[in-house]
């Protein structure tokens, strides 16, 4: 995957193929699948035929008109071929070097944890669900499984692309090991999940290569109302021939409409822009989330990305920073903060916790106060324990102290001394504001207090304001409890928190959200949370995670990031825009060829129609070819739209609307008028008409 | 002028005046609540339900809310049809009117059955006071209480959440009958009884006429018959139920029908009554009212246009008619403009707004003669038939039709917003697009496949008045008609003819039955559906944005459809007139 991150550009060989693709794509077994371009190319055959019978003599039209409009069509169906193969060739680039990945290699299977020794050597092509095996530093692990035993580093570029290698270990939540990734150090005892041609290799490979692709249920839709639309103008055209066959009788001239002139004016009409590129912009945003490094199970589970409108957010990663940091000393009890800055600093030098780097730096910056030697001063470290939950170090003789307020207070107290209301005042205010207080002593006695605060992350803020528009809710989920909770929410500007999280907890809140009509995205990893994931509607599990809970989302982030949920949001909306955008743009552009189009048809019949010949084209024939070149070619000039998808913008919905109906619809209608024009002047200039 | 146009102001206001509480009232009927009417009307409908053993608690899932509509339109077309060919057997039947041949006998059917009431014959002439009291008004209130009832049960689908019942059709249409359409026809005919409309059962008179008319081949007419019957009793339901048939041929512009300018303001008030109200309905009763007012609004803006464009057009005519002194622009005494074939004492403003209401509505009645408008006020009314009558349209099935319009304007700007689309909180998957576009589209297929078809077959220049364009005009104006359920007809053309009375026959029948089953269906898919919840990333269904698109959406895909064909017709001779 990396590759193809490097390159983003299409390049020469991806053209290469998809150009020799265009014409393998010429298969009626493949033309079926996508039924307006299938009209188009019966079309194009008709016409064909035509024009044969026409060098016999059997013609309507004349049979270099007939071969133009037939050369054009073929055009129009290689295009829409063209622009569904650039979009798969980013995927089969992927697929393979994913392949490269996958080969048969030789699998240490073993009868049971406990009898190592016994190893049988079995192609991992051969191995069984429930199979025991041993990979040991430099094999590739045979096949996704979850690990029974042992702790190792492993690389994962093969699939993530990340070159830094990873750790999984037996237990917890990083337990899970995938097929075709390498041990680099130690060893592991892996029980196989999944069997060879069910990996999740195997599937990653078939998403983003496009062939398991299936056409989501809003794909399905939107072809039908395409389909709707082209059957109307099949009767439009059939009937236009009756029509102008009634009305020439009336007038006691020759039936002017041929044929081919009415295919040419079918294919204008019919929804072909948006027909040809529908499937590329389905592939196109798979193609676009893969680029993100998710990859999701399902077409649909990405439409469900543009529908959600609550997001459950992992505090730790997404919101904050991952570890608290010292931001305020507040002396106590007369003491000076320098003083206090001083003790906390030497008490923290050894500290090698992000916390303890956090308060050295923040004495640093705030107070000038430098490191210290620490063999210089001879100082002795007092690590921090679970049962005196406080740290810090000896030095001359003098303890310094620093720790959690209630196990501070026992700990000066057993001295002796007094902790002041003032302190215990200044505590309480700080786990108000949802920091963490620790109490800095010096020879017993309160010095003050450091105010460890979470940190928002930049941005985060707006970003959430931003999705507030759009009518997308965040949910902050922590393990904090409510108080610490609330004020982090606050400053971070979500619109709900869940404090103390437990499963059962996202489980029902889930549940809650759904029942009232809300679509909710979640990430998570561990296996506790597969029940929430598999109730959301989407549901993004790392790839550090379990087994469990990727099998219970719909999407894998490859990267592990918990912030991804916003990226899959927006490539999930982006899809979903490209279509109706297109489809817009797409069904507006009939108007000019219509204005194009029926005064050139009847213009013989009633000359007064001419009035209708707004572009000023030059004669029947230019127009029409003027409008059926322009049908082709705006093919090929929205493949860049289709792939890279409509912009988009964190607004409301009517705000997006309004501006997406701007440009393509008004954009639809006005578009066509100049390019057919323009057509017009070039054919005629160039003596092609 | 300035007259002129505050009478059609007047009109609009008195429909929407009259509209809205009525459309809070039909609200109440459907949900089965306490209305003024229930202390009277109460014993009947428990009557009806002991007798015909309906169970009001008993649920039906919408296929069987489907097949008891097919139901009770398969039996009335068989009664109907049979009653039409042995008409000269059955008793009231003063002026010996003969049987009909069977295939105007089944256009007629047909037509009547499904709400459009198209006339291949002349009801003077071609049908006995029974065929028109037990035959042909009874159906005027079963075909508008049918559509009145799907409307019922597709908003129900939109109500509903995990369910998938829609209500019970026996209910929903005795209720219909009894508490909307029955008081209502009474109130209204015997408004136009007061008029002067005929009301009995006696035999044609003859007249002498006051002033002789001389024939252009010298024959002197002395004398007139003037026909009697029945008439305000199915007039008013005519008028109400979006029906249209006239009890005589011609319709609303004979005297007997619409004597006076009163007469005239309430038979045409209430072409458009009951759809313009169910807007308001729907609103109420899916609990947002806004969204019924939008629904209205687009219905409305379009109705607005095509009336200023009808107007306008017929008020300036062109400048061949106005050479050939059928406009009379100097207009010093008198009101000017294109009077042909309009009523001198209704007016232009009277004509032009019953026309535009009658092509709006699928009532089809008439008080002018639709073929005399001018290319473009004519190409107008054609244009609001084909565009599936969903501007107000039939009772209740315009309004289902212009939901499934919604349901596609939803289905684009849904996507252009990056939501997959839903429509008051209910998703539009592919099941529901199906159905949706099935019901937008049964319309425009209707109408180009018969003219199509017509337009190939050589005699149907015999049925013509005219040639060239306003031929084509007459030719397309009626498969308009049919395909839209609308039954006016431009006149000049000779429609009792084996092929187009089949044709229109089958027409009429695919443009009914086609969208009213699939939004039956859809309602069925969409009660089953939870709600979605609504949040500012929701596309708003009830903004002047929506409005508008819906507006575009029912426009262009009328005009994709008829552009070519209205080219070749009323714009041709147009530009032929003007150039």
Redesign the interface.
């Known amino acids: 995957m990396s590759e193809s991150k490097n390159s983003s550009m299409i390049d020469r060989k991806m053209m290469i193929r998809a150009l020799k693709d265009s014409f393998i794509k010429l298969s009626p077994k493949t033309q079926i699948e996508n039924l307006v371009m299938f009209l188009v190319y019966v079309s194009a055959i008709l016409t064909t035929a035509l024009f044969f019978l026409s060098l016999f003599g059997i013609q309507d039209a004349p049979s270099g008109y007939i071969l133009g409009i037939t050369i054009i069509l073929w055009f129009t169906v290689l295009f829409a071929n063209f622009a569904e193969a650039i979009a798969e060739g980013r995927g089969k680039a992927q697929a393979d070097s994913l392949r490269s990945a996958k080969k048969d290699v030789t699998a240490h299977k073993i009868p049971s944890i406990d009898s190592k020794e016994k190893v049988e050597e079995i192609s991992s092509a051969l191995l069984k669900k429930g199979d025991i095996v041993i990979v040991k530093a430099g094999e590739q692990i045979p096949a996704d499984g979850e690990v029974l035993e042992g702790a190792a580093s492993v690389d994962e570029s093969a699939i993530t692309g990340e070159s830094a290698p990873v750790v999984r270990e037996a237990g917890g939540d990083r337990s899970a090991v995938t097929g075709g990734t390498t041990v680099i150090s130690d060893w592991l005892v892996i029980e196989v999940t999944n069997e060879a041609g069910e990996s999740f290799l195997d599937k990653m490979i078939a998403m983003v290569e496009g062939s398991s692709r299936k056409k989501t249920?809003?794909e399905?839709?939107?072809q039908?109302?395409l389909i709707?639309?082209t059957?109307?103008?099949i009767?439009?055209t059939?009937?236009?021939y009756?029509?102008?066959?009634?009305?020439a009788?009336?007038?006691g001239i020759k039936n002017p409409t041929s044929i081919t002139s009415l295919i040419a004016l079918l294919v204008c009409?019919a929804p072909t822009t948006i027909g040809a590129l529908l499937s590329s912009i389905g592939i196109a945003g798979m193609s676009r989330l893969n680029q993100a490094n998710v990859l999701a199970m399902s077409g649909r589970a990405i439409?469900?990305a543009?529908?959600v409108?609550i997001l459950m957010l992992d505090k730790t990663g997404t919101i904050t920073l991952g570890n608290r940091q010292a931001s305020e000393f507040i002396p106590v009890d007369g003491h000076t903060v320098e003083e206090l800055a001083d003790a906390a600093q030497l008490s923290s030098l050894p500290d090698e916790t992000p916390e303890g780097r956090s308060v050295v730096v923040l004495a640093k910056e705030k107070f000038g106060i430098r490191e210290r030697n620490l063999n210089e001063l001879n100082m002795k470290f007092v690590p921090f324990t679970a049962s005196t939950r406080m740290s810090g170090v000896d030095v001359k003789g003098i303890e310094i102290r620093k720790g959690a307020a209630d196990s501070i207070k026992n700990y000066v107290q057993d001295h002796s001394e007094i902790y002041s209301k003032e302190c215990e005042e200044i505590v309480k205010q700080i786990a108000n504001k949802g920091g963490t207080p620790l109490v800095v002593t010096k020879d017993h006695v309160v010095l003050g207090v450091i105010y460890l605060k979470d940190i928002i992350k930049t941005g985060v803020k707006e970003k959430f304001a931003d999705l507030?528009?759009?009518?997308?809710?965040t949910i902050m989920i922590t393990g904090d409890n409510p108080l610490t909770a609330a004020a982090i929410a606050a400053e971070a500007g979500v619109d709900d928190f869940l404090a103390e999280a437990t499963p059962e907890g996202k489980l029902s809140m889930i549940r809650d959200f759904q029942a009232?009509?809300?679509?909710v995205a979640m990430t998570g990893d561990g296996t506790n949370d597969a029940p929430a994931l598999a109730q959301a509607d989407v549901a993004v599990a790392m790839n550090t995670g379990t087994q469990a809970a990727k099998e219970a989302g719909n999407m894998v982030d490859l990267d592990s990031s918990p912030t991804k949920l916003i990226d899959i949001v927006r490539i999930?909306?982006?899809l979903?825009?490209t279509?109706?955008?297109l489809?817009?743009f797409s069904?507006a552009n009939?108007?000019a060829k219509?204005f194009a189009i029926?005064?050139a048809l009847?213009m013989g019949?009633?000359p007064?129609?001419s009035?209708?010949n707004i572009m000023r084209l030059h004669s029947a024939s230019s127009a029409i070819f003027s409008a059926i070149i322009y049908n082709a070619l705006v093919i090929i000039a929205l493949i860049p739209l289709a792939l890279k998808g409509v912009k988009?913008r964190e607004v409301?919905?009517?705000k997006?609307?309004?501006r997406?109906?701007l440009i393509?619809?008004l954009g639809g209608i006005i578009t066509p008028f100049i390019f057919v024009k323009l057509i017009d002047v070039i054919i005629v200039a160039t003596g092609l008409v | 002028m300035l007259n002129t146009i505050i009478q059609y102001t007047l009109y609009l206001v008195i429909l929407i005046l009259l509209a809205i509480p009525l459309g809070i009232y039909i609200g109440k009927v459907m949900d089965g609540e306490k209305v003024l009417l229930t202390k009277l009307v109460a014993p009947f409908e428990k009557l009806i339900y002991r007798i015909l053993h309906i169970d009001r608690e008993d649920d039906m899932s919408w296929k069987r809310y489907a097949a008891c509509i097919l139901w009770i339109s398969g039996v009335s077309f068989v009664v109907l049809f049979i009653m039409l060919m042995l008409q000269g057997f059955l008793p009231l039947n003063p002026a010996k009117v003969k049987g009909m041949s069977w295939h105007l006998a089944f256009n007629t059917a047909i037509s009547f059955i499904t709400n459009t009431n198209w006339q291949a014959y002349s009801g003077e002439t071609g049908a006995s006071y029974f065929t028109q009291m037990i035959g042909l008004t009874v159906q005027n209130f079963v075909s508008a209480a049918v559509g009145i009832a799907v409307l019922f049960a597709v908003i129900r689908g939109f109500i509903r959440t995990k369910k998938d019942k829609i209500g019970n059709f026996f209910v929903d249409f005795t209720r219909i009958i009894l508490y909307i359409l029955i008081p209502m026809s009474v109130i209204v005919s015997i408004f136009i009884v007061s008029q002067g409309v005929v009301q009995n059962f006696h035999t044609y008179e003859t007249v002498k006429l006051v002033e002789p008319i001389t024939l252009e081949d010298g024959t002197v007419v002395t004398e007139e018959m003037v026909p009697m019957g029945p008439a305000a009793s199915q007039i008013a339901i005519k008028q109400l139920g979006t029906n249209g048939g006239g009890f005589f041929g011609t319709n609303s512009a004979f005297p007997l029908e619409n004597p006076t300018a009163l007469s005239n303001l309430i038979e045409m008030l209430s072409i458009l009554l009951i759809p313009a109200a169910l807007c308001f309905t729907f609103g109420r009763n899916v609990k947002d009212a806004k969204q019924g007012r939008a629904i209205f609004a687009a219905m409305f803006t379009v109705l607005v246009i095509a009336l200023i464009s009808v107007a306008v057009s017929e008020q300036f005519g062109t400048k061949q008619l106005e050479n050939g002194g059928s406009v009379n622009l100097s207009a010093v005494s008198q009101a000017g403009g294109n009077m042909e074939g309009k009523e001198a004492r209704f007016g232009m403003a009277s004509s032009n707004t019953w026309s535009v209401f009658t092509t709006a509505a699928s009532n089809g009645s008439v008080n002018a003669m639709l073929d005399s408008y001018t290319p473009l006020g004519g190409m107008v009314l054609m244009l609001l038939m084909q565009l599936g009558e969903v501007i107000f349209g039939g009772v209740g099935c315009g309004l289902y039709g212009m939901l499934g319009f919604a349901i596609l304007t939803v289905f684009i700007a849904g996507l252009m917003v990056g939501r997959t689309p839903e429509y008051l909180g209910k998703k539009i998957e592919p099941f529901e697009m199906k159905m949706g576009v099935l019901a937008c589209l049964a319309t425009p297929v209707a109408i180009l496949i018969g003219s199509g078809i017509a337009a190939a077959i050589p005699s149907i220049v015999d049925s013509l008045n005219n040639t060239g364009a306003h031929g084509f005009s007459e030719l397309l104006y009626t498969y308009s008609s049919a395909g839209g359920n609308n039954g006016s007809a431009f006149a000049g053309f000779a429609a009792d003819k084996l092929f187009i009375n089949v044709s229109l026959g089958l027409c009429m029948l695919f443009a009914r039955f086609a969208p009213m089953l699939a939004m039956l269906a859809a309602a069925g898919s969409l009660a089953k559906k939870k709600k979605v919840a609504a949040t500012s990333g929701t596309l708003s269904t009830s903004n002047f944005m929506f409005v508008g698109l819906l507006i575009f959406v029912i426009l262009l895909i009328g005009a994709l459809s008829f552009f070519p064909a209205l080219a070749l017709g009323p714009i041709a001779e147009h530009l032929k007139m003007i150039g």
């Not at chain 1, 009756?242 to 009305?247: K, Q, R």
């Not at chain 1, 009232?516 to 679509?519: A, D, E, S």
């Open positions: 249920p809003n399905i839709a939107l039908i109302f709707a639309l059957i109307i103008f009767l439009v059939v009937s236009l009756t029509y102008s066959l009634f009305s009788n009336q007038a009409l439409e469900a543009g529908d409108d507030r528009k759009m009518g997308i809710k009232k009509g809300h679509l999930g909306k982006q979903l825009m279509r109706g955008s489809t817009t069904i009939d108007l219509y029926i005064p009847f019949l009633y007064e129609l009035a209708l988009y409301s919905a009517g997006l609307l309004s997406n109906l393509y619809g």
